[in-house]
């Protein structure tokens, strides 16, 4: 979905970084390599485009529901997100509204070409999104509660058993 959409729009400038592509990897004019940022550096690369792909691994998208920490990194900088379509990802985000998803190079190519204003409300929706529901402070709350759930629930079930005898859990 990268390579084909940077070979389909040459006049446009398409930046990529990691630290894991080959030397025979087709790069093109328009593509720009960036080797390994280091993490007090990804705020800036993903608020530096326009628009950000994300795709997920393979054996994470046939897990579903398993989105890459990076897909959170970015939606929290309120970059406009196209993403892979994988099981679950409607549960983080609302396409159309806080993320784009695709399925083919056509369709990043449409991404591409929506308004630029339209694509910042997007990145802002996601970044609000990511900032109420998908925070590390959020999900450390999120786990309190189900501990302390599991807790009460234990309590609950033990002091319906026999002084002495063990319970399993609820």
């Not at 996601?126 to 999120?142: C, D, K, P, V, Y």
């Amino acid at each position: 979905m990268f390579v084909h959409a940077a070979r389909a729009r040459p006049e446009l400038r398409f930046l990529i970084g990691g630290a894991q592509y080959p030397a025979e990897f087709p790069w093109t004019d328009n593509v720009y390599f960036v080797r390994h940022l280091p993490p007090d550096e990804h705020a800036a690369f993903f608020s530096s485009g326009t628009l950000t792909l994300n795709v997920t691994r393979a054996a994470m998208a046939r897990m579903g529901w398993c989105p890459s920490g990076r897909l959170f990194e970015a939606a929290a900088c309120g970059a406009a997100i196209v993403s892979d379509r994988w099981t679950g990802i409607d549960s983080f985000y609302r396409s159309g509204q806080e993320i784009l998803l695709a399925s083919s190079t056509a369709e990043v190519l449409e991404a591409l070409e929506r308004d630029d204003a339209e694509l910042a409300r997007i990145g802002r929706a996601a970044r609000e999104r990511t900032l109420a529901e998908h925070s590390s402070a959020h999900r450390a709350g999120e786990l309190v509660r189900a501990l302390e759930q599991c807790a009460s629930r234990t309590r609950a079930t033990r002091s319906a058993f026999a002084p002495g005898e063990i319970s399993c859990g609820a």
